[in-house]
């Protein structure tokens, strides 16, 4: 299999700070990772969904065996500065 930089890069930054990562759920050690981010935006009111706040960019990592999703703070991988289409969280002029 084949992965593109993006991927590539996250499981290199996953690998170096967790060894023989496996699933919780099934202890597989076997994934797929989303070759693009995921991301959560952070809400102050229960009731209503706000696109546009402030969010938690992510890569996601999918388990091959059981589907179990897991999802990885670009930040604290420290990628934020390394991946392309980065700008830091900055708006683009």
Request: charged share 20%.
């Amino acid at each position: 299999m084949t992965f593109s930089k993006f991927q590539q890069t996250i499981m290199d930054a996953i690998e170096k700070r967790v060894t023989n990562i496996k699933c919780p759920i099934c202890k597989n050690n076997n994934f797929a990772v989303l070759d693009g981010y995921t991301r959560r935006f952070l809400n102050k009111d229960l009731n209503k969904v706000q696109i546009g706040s402030q969010n938690l960019p992510s890569a996601t990592v999918i388990c091959h065996s059981c589907g179990y999703i897991m999802d990885f703070s670009i930040g604290a991988l420290g990628l934020m500065n390394n991946l392309e289409g980065s700008n830091n969280g900055k708006k683009k002029k």
